[in-house]
């Protein structure tokens, strides 16, 4: 990791005001999470299930670790929360980042034991991996190198940059457009996906050291 991914708060440019809404939905590093973001801003930084408090958040946070079942089952489980939710990325716009299994359940569906609905904001499914190469093992668990596949103004300057990963199943998204960047590990796996608001990468920004942090600032500096 370079230094200079990391460089004062003041050189990324002016903090934002409001609040930042880490989702509690029993599933994700929530802490870890919480405590990269807080590193790289000076907004209030809110791990919260409160559908209300939700609401009032300026930037949304949905990290994941586990199966795709449980998650979205997690995530209607709390009377109130996916509706708003919905209502905070989909008619406020506000800008969203969805972190590993977060990313995933973005999409139309998930196979994992079973098929199983989505939030249907990008178009696409989640597949198992299974590369042909022998050494290389599932769960996809360590450092990979990011390639930037098209121009988005949150990863400015992490084309080539490692990331850390840990998992089994990757998303498929339907349309190229929303591919913004990918790793490799037997062949393309998506490593981030976009559409209008919405970012989500399969890395976990948290565990990538500087150029993780550099990441979560760029999101929580990005109007779009």
């Known amino acids: 990791m370079r230094d200079d991914l990391c460089p004062p708060r003041s050189i990324w440019g ?31 930084v809110l791990v919260t299930s409160d559908p209300a408090m939700l609401g009032k958040a300026d930037h949304v946070i949905l990290p994941g670790v586990g199966a795709f079942g449980d998650c979205m089952a997690g995530l209607g489980a709390v009377d109130g929360l996916k509706e708003a939710l919905c209502d905070v990325v989909l008619d406020k716009k506000r800008p969203f980042l969805g972190i590993c299994v977060g990313m995933q359940l973005m999409v139309d569906e998930g196979h994992e034991h079973g098929r199983h609905e989505g939030l249907g904001w990008v ?25 930037i596949l098209q121009d988005h103004p949150v990863m400015v300057g992490l084309d080539d940059e490692d990331f850390y990963f840990v998992h089994s199943y ?47 600032s760029q999101f929580l500096r990005w109007q779009p």
């Open 14 to 44: 002016p903090d934002l005001e409001g609040i930042v809404a880490v989702i509690d939905y029993g599933s994700g590093n929530l802490r870890s999470v919480a405590n990269a973001v807080a590193r790289v801003t000076e907004r209030q």
């Open 123 to 147: 178009p696409g499914h989640t597949y198992l991996l299974a590369p042909e190469d022998q050494n290389l093992r599932v769960p996809h668990m360590g450092w990979n190198r990011l390639t």
């Open 170 to 216: 990757a998303v498929k998204p339907d349309q190229q457009h929303h591919l913004i960047g990918s790793t490799e590990h037997g062949g393309l796996v998506t490593a981030i996906i976009g559409r209008d608001n919405m970012l989500g990468v399969q890395f976990h920004p948290e565990k990538s050291q500087q150029a993780g942090l550099k990441f979560l």
